[in-house]
């Protein structure tokens, strides 16, 4: 095999591999208004899709309080509000920012290509736990 052969070899898994690491959650017509939050589904799991300042984040759509979908709370700035209880979850890094949920939830890296929107399967961070309430 030439060199060239194997560059190209190498190039079309590494692209198959980039590639494969993102799911397709929605068309970007189905993207949330700014300062809003839609609920999609990534490889069976729901996942929360959160617009704020012109740009969009994904989250674990499961407050990790209980068993109640972030999509129907409120986004403020960087956060989404639990519509339960009232705990609040930077978007940009999973955290829980107040009680009762001490435990972050996943965030994962959100691309736009064409015209359709793609999402990490592998969490790209976790926050730590909310050390201040586990006291
Ligand atoms: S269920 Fe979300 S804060 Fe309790």
Redesign the pocket.
């Given at each position: 095999m030439s060199d060239e052969q194997q560059h190209s070899r190498v190039s079309d898994e590494q692209q198959h591999s980039c590639v494969s690491e993102y799911v397709k959650v929605c068309d970007v017509a189905d993207l949330p208004a700014q300062g809003a939050v839609r609920r999609v589904e990534l490889d069976g799991e729901p996942v929360a899709i959160v617009a704020v300042e012109g740009d969009y984040h994904a989250i674990d759509d499961i407050?990790s309080?209980?068993e109640?979908s972030l999509a129907d709370g409120e986004v403020e700035g960087h956060t989404v509000e639990?519509w339960?209880?009232?705990?609040r979850f930077d978007v940009r890094t999973g955290e829980a920012l107040c009680l009762?949920?001490k435990k972050p939830v996943a965030v994962y890296d959100i691309k736009i290509l064409d015209d359709g929107v793609y999402v990490s399967t592998a969490p790209k961070a976790v926050a730590t736990e909310l050390e201040s309430n586990a006291r």
């Open positions: 407050c309080h209980d109640v639990c339960l209880h009232g705990s009762p949920a």
